[in-house]
């Protein structure tokens, strides 16, 4: 019964929204459209996510997420074993998050079923393009590396890549000379 009650309330409708919004354009309008229209089947969701095209939610029951949260295409995100992803987090393409991990029984890994581990994305963290994390807690205004995997906690403010990842300095905030896409150069 609570298989059922999970099919219905959240994974059939997720798919169903996704599967009807995965053909519009990325633009600013439809990643927010998309956002919205996700929001009601994840555990808890803050204001205005943002949702790109193709992403896979696993136990989406599971996943908590604040405001301004970026998600950008192709992310494989698992809520199985508690995932919580604060404010003003973005997420970039083809980033996997899983909470879960298999186990073996007599050698084999087919039926040696799962192992839980929750993970915390801190507020304004950016994950950078192709990182994996698994079972951990990212601190706050950190930035993950692209190609990186998190397999450790790691601290506020810093940067952090590698595999595994480890902290490679504080972070640098630098001034910006772009606000806007439709800034042109001279």
């Not at 950008?72 to 996997?96: H, N, Q, R, Y």
């Not at 929750?118 to 950190?142: D, L, R």
């Amino acid at each position: 019964m609570k298989q059922l009650f999970y099919q219905l309330r959240y994974a059939i409708p997720l798919w169903f929204v996704q599967l009807l919004t995965n053909w519009l354009p990325e633009n600013r309008i439809t990643i927010r459209i998309r956002g919205a229209l996700v929001a009601p089947f994840l555990g808890k969701c803050g204001k205005n996510l943002q949702l790109a095209r193709h992403v896979t939610f696993l136990n989406s029951s599971g996943i908590k997420v604040g405001n301004n949260v970026y998600i950008a295409t192709s992310c494989w995100i698992d809520g199985m074993g508690g995932l919580t992803i604060e404010d003003e987090v973005k997420i970039s393409p083809f980033v996997v998050i899983a909470t879960t991990s298999h186990c073996f029984k007599d050698d084999s890994v087919r039926f040696g079923g799962s192992r839980r581990r929750s993970v915390k994305i801190g507020k304004g963290t950016w994950v950078a393009a192709h990182v994996v994390i698994t079972g951990a807690k990212i601190g706050s205004g950190a930035i993950v590396g692209a190609n990186s995997v998190v397999t450790r906690d790691l601290p506020d403010n810093v940067f952090a890549a590698g595999t595994p990842a480890k902290v490679i300095s504080p972070r640098v905030d630098k001034q910006p000379n772009i606000f806007s896409r439709f800034e042109q150069t001279d």
